[in-house]
């Protein structure tokens, strides 16, 4: 059974950092591309970036582009979305997703919210 665990969301002044985690289970992680997606409050699905199965290779939204970092522990199952430089318009609801092709995803987490605000 294939599960997708974020962690790590909250408030956080504009201009901070957060770290999300997203641990895998049930399926064999180091084979796959993974993706963050978020939903901005009233908004549709924003795709964040990629990051290839080795982790070497890594794919940014023109939005995030320079402040957010994508990284990968294989031998721990584990997503991870560095964040910096925060704007209020990142508060949404990040999720992380595992992808079968570009933009096409088979499993989500269940998200974690970030807010943005002074």
């Known amino acids: 059974q294939v599960q997708l665990v974020e962690s790590g969301g909250g408030l956080v002044q504009p201009g901070g950092s957060l770290r999300l985690s997203c641990a895998a289970s049930?399926?064999?992680?180091?084979?796959?591309?993974m993706s963050w997606v978020r939903q901005a409050p009233g908004k549709g699905l924003e795709w964040v970036g990629d990051?290839?199965?080795?982790?070497?290779?890594?794919y940014y939204a023109d939005s995030v582009k320079g402040r957010f970092t994508i990284s990968r522990d294989n031998a721990k199952n584990t997503l991870y979305l560095q964040m910096n430089s925060l704007k209020p318009e990142d508060t949404a609801v990040y999720y992380c997703?595992?992808?079968?092709?570009?933009?096409?995803?088979?499993?989500w987490g269940q998200g974690t919210q970030i807010t943005v605000s002074s």
């Open positions: 049930g399926f064999t992680f180091s084979r796959y591309f």
């Open positions: 990051i290839n199965s080795g982790g070497g290779s890594t």
């Open positions: 997703a595992k992808a079968v092709n570009i933009l096409v995803y088979d499993y």
